[in-house]
């Protein structure tokens, strides 16, 4: 279940944001519930109980409907995510009859959706958490040959969410994880939807008096796998998910719970062997210009950093680059990319050991290709 955030409903106008018609279709199954606790749902837009209704989203009780919580979840988020072109479309590639209405909000139409195709809006935001994800730490597998994304049957998903709720609560972050895959091209995504330990906040309450909320917020960590490589990127916040993930992952489909090493990917040697040479992309179709724009570099010492930014570095440097860019050791740089197919420059990343962030995924495969023609990705030393 999804985890339910108060302050998604704080104001009545957000709820405004709906259709009368459609908020008493919505809460229509859980109508006892509301009117136990004052709520009497009305057809009748002056009517309506829009702040009473609030102030009840907004101190759910242990009596609260997991299905509701599940509803206000989905909705809100496919209302914040999509527009309403793309959710109309999602009904009529479907074959959903939505109730026509030329002033529909983007929420009116997900409310329509979730009422006949719950699935829908979970599996939309689901895919938009995972392909909007940009930036990874990637690491490599040890096989010669890069091995095809196995397909995961329910018995290693149920073995793979099993070992995640283990860890998880061990570190007092609840259970029912969730893992979830999604393929793209030669890229398999998958989505790990866990919780982080219990939050507790004070709450204002009607009758002016304060209270504690207690509940547990949800984490969402991406992972890429890149049939091409044999790479896996991974998106998460802590060392400890990292490995959690990269060991399990091994274990249950690969059959080998260090298949996915922990060496560095990336290098900086082309920058300091071949200065501005290292940024040719001729050879690189679908690639117009690469411009190296930052680089951040560490001194030792007390932990000195250094960061250097131009429009471009080598223009900045002149024929003072080698000097430059060799003194100290370069932990990160960044890079404006013009590709074919776009008129403004987009941002590459790079940072030691194994980290890359893009501004579009889709950037991610002509850079790769460009990185690995170059030499940033073989081995090397600084």
């Not at 959706?113 to 730490?137: G, M, T, Y």
């Not at 998958?190 to 906040?201: D, K, S, Y």
Request: glycine share 6%; proline share 5%.
């Amino acid at each position: 279940m999804p985890t339910f955030n108060p302050r998604l409903f704080t104001k009545a106008d957000r709820l405004k944001n709906i259709s009368v018609a459609n908020l008493v279709a919505l809460f229509n199954p859980w109508s006892e519930y509301l009117a136990g606790r004052g709520v009497e749902l009305i057809d009748d837009e002056d009517e309506f109980p829009f702040d009473r209704l609030s102030s009840v989203l907004m101190t759910p009780t242990d009596e609260t409907p997991t299905e509701l919580v599940d509803a206000l979840y989905f909705i809100h988020e496919s209302a914040s995510d999509l527009r309403i072109e793309d959710l109309l479309n999602m009904a009529r590639t479907n074959g959903l009859d939505l109730a026509h209405s030329d002033d529909a909000t983007p929420a009116d139409v997900a409310v329509q959706i979730w009422l006949l195709r719950p699935d829908l809006l979970r599996d939309s935001h689901n895919r938009a958490v995972v392909f909007n994800q940009k930036k990874f730490e990637y690491f490599s597998g040890r096989t010669a040959e890069p091995q095809p994304f196995p397909e995961v049957s329910e018995g290693q998903t149920l073995e793979i969410q099993a070992t995640f709720d283990e860890w998880f609560s061990s570190k007092r972050k609840g259970r029912g994880t969730r893992f979830l895959t999604f393929r793209r091209d030669h890229r398999v995504w998958m989505l790990v939807r866990h919780g982080l330990p219990m939050r507790r906040e004070g709450k204002h309450q009607d009758s002016g008096e304060t209270a504690t909320e207690l509940y547990r917020p949800q984490q969402h960590d991406v992972l890429v796998y890149d049939e091409n490589s044999g790479e896996i990127g991974v998106h998460t916040s802590t060392k400890g998910e990292t490995d959690l993930y990269l060991h399990t992952l091994g274990f249950v489909l690969f059959n080998d719970p260090d298949h996915f090493g922990k060496g560095a990917k990336y290098n900086f040697d082309p920058l300091l062997n071949h200065g501005p040479d290292a940024l040719a992309c001729d050879d690189i179709e679908g690639i117009d210009r690469v411009v190296l724009v930052e680089v951040q570099k560490y001194w030792g010492g007390f932990a000195e950093r250094e960061i250097r930014k131009a429009d471009d570095i080598f223009a900045a440097f002149a024929d003072k680059w080698p000097e430059r860019l060799r003194s100290g050791k370069i932990t990160s740089v960044g890079f404006k990319v013009r590709f074919a197919n776009s008129s403004k420059d987009r941002s590459v990343t790079i940072r030691l050991p194994n980290i890359a962030r893009y501004d579009r995924d889709d950037d991610s495969d002509l850079i790769e290709q460009w990185l690995a023609a170059r030499g940033f990705c073989s081995a090397g030393d600084e």
